[in-house]
């Protein structure tokens, strides 16, 4: 059974800095596309940002580009995000996903398999 577990989330500060864990439990994860979304409360889930199977391409939204890190330790099975500067409009649930395809996707409908979620709470 294909099983993303996320982990990192929280309550947090205007400022300050969280980072979102997601571990995959097949090792063939590693050559596939990652990515993680958001969706806040009466808001479609949205992407967050996303990276290739090597680590050397990257993709984030414009509304987190220059805060939001996203990275991937293969040996690991772990793909990370690192939110800094975060702000109360970062408030959501943030989900891992995969798309099991070699280029970055952007659509909720190109990825194949998705975590449960971790909620990500920033205050004024």
């Known amino acids: 059974q294909v099983q993303l577990v996320e982990s990192g989330g929280g309550l947090v500060q205007a400022g300050g800095s969280l980072r979102l864990s997601c571990e995959a439990s097949?090792?063939?994860?590693?050559?596939?596309?990652m990515g993680w979304f958001r969706q806040a409360p009466g808001k479609e889930r949205e992407l967050v940002a996303a990276?290739?199977?090597?680590?050397?391409?990257?993709y984030a939204s414009n509304s987190v580009k220059g805060r939001f890190t996203i990275s991937r330790d293969n040996a690991k099975n772990t793909v990370y995000l690192q939110m800094d500067s975060l702000k109360p409009e970062d408030t959501a649930v943030y989900y891992c996903a995969v798309s099991t395809t070699f280029t970055i996707k952007t659509r909720v409908d190109e990825y194949d398999y998705w975590g449960q979620g971790t909620q990500v709470t920033v205050s004024s």
């Open positions: 097949r090792r063939d994860f590693s050559s596939y596309v």
């Open positions: 990276i290739n199977w090597s680590g050397g391409r990257t």
